[in-house]
């Protein structure tokens, strides 16, 4: 539930996938930013119960945004800028080992 | 009038609220002698509250068995003790052998137990070691094991006994250094930033501050300050049920129910006792990560999420200080226990009550004299 | 600026965060020609309130005006000096000996500075409501980043709650986006504002007053502002579907929304300098915590500075003031005959006239008792799924503190580390024990800051004081 208003600078454009699904954004989204803008309303559960969760504070504080990024898991997807072939899985399953 | 003059006289009064001072209020109590215990932060603030919660009596210097094993049989009952099951669980202590030459020390150090009429200690080979730790690196030969040891939760446990000690009528002081000592006719006077106490009997569980506490008493310890390093990792799939330490490497290393791991070995911080702070050494933990990576190829994926450090007293020979004064008469002293002193808590309470209330104990503590250091003999 | 990848293990001055207190320390000290490394865990220079600075799609100034757009000017003071930014650089430990343990890309390294100034900045303070975790609830803060970095808002339903300038503020930029605000619902509390009345003649000379007044008024044009609110909660199942609230504790009314967008101003981010020993105390007026420090940022541990809104909450112009101030002080220290200084004075003169006002901000804005101890299974600590009632429950056993609960909750174990939950557990506290939040005290915050993997951290170079000095357990 998010959209991206018009752009008219000259930012590249990135390809990526979300749990295989090509996608694309521009240079300079983050991670979570992406997650949001694909239309995933809960990015990942939690801890504990595994409740639906989603980023928080989009900036490095609340680990809401945690997700594997080219095989490492547990990263913070707002921390991280979108790049060429990344790929990004969610942690839909209460994830316990990094990589 | 301050509170001290107005309560009566306390039979007993104890230095420190870490377990050991906890245990012996404790034990005291329920003997019916009115102790105050003087705790200069809040109980368990230190190395009792912070340590890794191994309860063993797997690989212990031969002079602290029995005491070790008197206090294992405190902790299968501890509810009864307490009113609490302090987190204690017991899957085992397994120290592992990587080579044939480290299992041949094992089996040598089995034998020895054996002799010595103890039989807690056991070898197993790799095939029983596979089974019982299926994590671990395949290249382990065998192991000791203990199979009831086991761990608990440091800072709950030294709180329970606080709050058991205080309602069998224990007073604890809080937030309270203790500044001087001093013997005047038949009783203590314990100067402190509430005021003075005073009482017959006094029992130095400091820690890490016993050996000023020792000074005062013309009995100078070589007590060093130490701060061993734990690490804890986010939450792992289950893969490893007893507490894992290896003969040839430092390691300790531990996976709670809820999935966490608790990495330890003993590398060193640095402490500052006067401030109560630990810096802590990453370059000694990067070592302490590749450890336990080499024995748990699993690891190398885990995260840690917290390292600390406790501020721990440590003698040179590795042993506590347990007995009465050499200088001082109605004074006793618990401390010094070279970061394995939490199994041994709730006996060496016992031990201590027994030593105040009747003179002697029957669990051997002669090779824990304050006497055998050079620096006491000489003073 | 240089970026080259190589990181050195030694500089005069570390910096960590590259906002606006940061880029202005930096300037300073690399001015002086001190060797200056800047360290920020973001892809891009600013912190928050100058986020994407370099690469923000927003052109438009009726959306990013002049508040925004004037931050470049500290990036480029910083490109004509040696100073070393490093990007994507998560510091996770800083020892009192002033040694710093950062990851940049998966990879851990140590390096020493002799004088680290912390510029961590600020974060939104915790919004403990009946689920305030589900999925469509965030931080106003939070919406202004994906604005500001992407060009991205929400669609659907907006609905805004709390209150302070970043609440209006953020609600103006998402009109001007063209994005749906259904309501405010603003929680300022009485009792706050009467008390903020003798403050009000000092912030009509604020820097911010003139913007702040405008901006109210063209909100309350377009959005529906309700006034007094003292309950809020978010429902839904797995995501945001409805906002119950009540104004001035009348009957609870709802809106079905898409978004929640949260804010109760910012608190300083603590947890590097709580973990290095830095001396805090508890702020009741701003009800954080704050760090002990000197007009020049000092702390209690010698050789350490904090800059910045993480020094305590003062805008982003005080911000660069501040820094430059750290940046002054940590050039004295190293090269006495420094030439190139900014002028003190001038510099203090400028901080006075960026904080006035603050006062008054601080006190209208407080926070009501109601949002900040909340109650029965309101979740406290998000990471561990703890609750209020499981807090109090706790404390009954006869626990005192913050750090004596983790035996026996998970509170503040999880990744964040207590970032969203430490406020409100040390108030919940102080307020079952009937005491101060300064002596119920905080959580014991000790490396790393944010977590590293066992790889990262075995991958270090081995020490020779490693293989020594251990203890036999």
Redesign the interface.
Known sequence: ?????????A?GVVNFTIDGVRHVG?????VA?VL??SGA???RV????A??????????????C?VTVDG???RQG????VANGMRIETQKT?R???? | MSEATRSPLPDVIVIGGGIQGCSTALHLARRGVKVLLIEKDHVGRHASGVNAGGVRRLGRHFAEVPLSVASMEIWQSIKDLVDDDCGFESHGQIKVAETEAELATQRARVERTRLLGFTHEELIGQAELRDLVPAIAPNCVGAIICRSDGAAMPYRTTLAFKRKAESLGARILEGVHVTALKHIGQVWRVESEDGTHEAPIIVNCAGAWADRIAAQLGEPVPLEVIAPMLMITARMPAFVKPVIGAQGRTLSFKQYDNGTVLIGGGYRGRPNRDTNWTDLDFGKLADNARTAAALFPIMAGAEIVRAWAGIEARMPDDIPVIGPSLTSEGVFHAFGFSAHGFQLGPAVGRVMAELITTGATNVPIDGFGIGRFDTVRAA | MTTEPELKSDYDVAIVGAGPAGLAAAAVTAGCGLSTVLLDENPGAGGQVYRAIETTPVRDPKILDRDYTDGQDLILDLKDTTAQHVRNAVVWSLAQDGEIGVSIDGRAHMLRAKRTILATGAMERPFPIPGWTLPGVMTAGGAQTLLKASGIVPEGRIVMAGCGPLLWLCAYQLLQAGCNVQAILDTTDPAAQRSSIRHAARFATSPYVTKGVKLMAAVRRKIRVITGVTALAAHGDGQLETVTYSAKLGPVDRMTADHLLLHHGVIPNVNLAMSVGISHTWDDLQLCWTPNVDSFGTTSISGIAIAGDGAGIAGALAAQCRGRLAGIAAVRAIESNATGLPDELTVRRDLTHAMRGRRFLDHLYRPSRAFRIPTGDTIVCRCEEITADQIKATVALGVEGPNQMKSFLRCGMGPCQGRLCGTTVTELIADVRGVSPQDVGYYRLRPPVKPITLAELAGLPQTEDATKAVVRL
């Open positions: 539930m998010f959209r991206r208003l018009p752009d008219k600078t930012a521009r240079r300079g989204d983050t930013a949001l803008l309303r809960a990015t939690s801890a504990v119960t409740e639906p969760r989603a980023p928080y504070c989009m900036i490095g504080v609340c680990f809401e945690l490492v898991g547990n707002c921390l991280i800028a209460r316990e080992v990094g990589a």
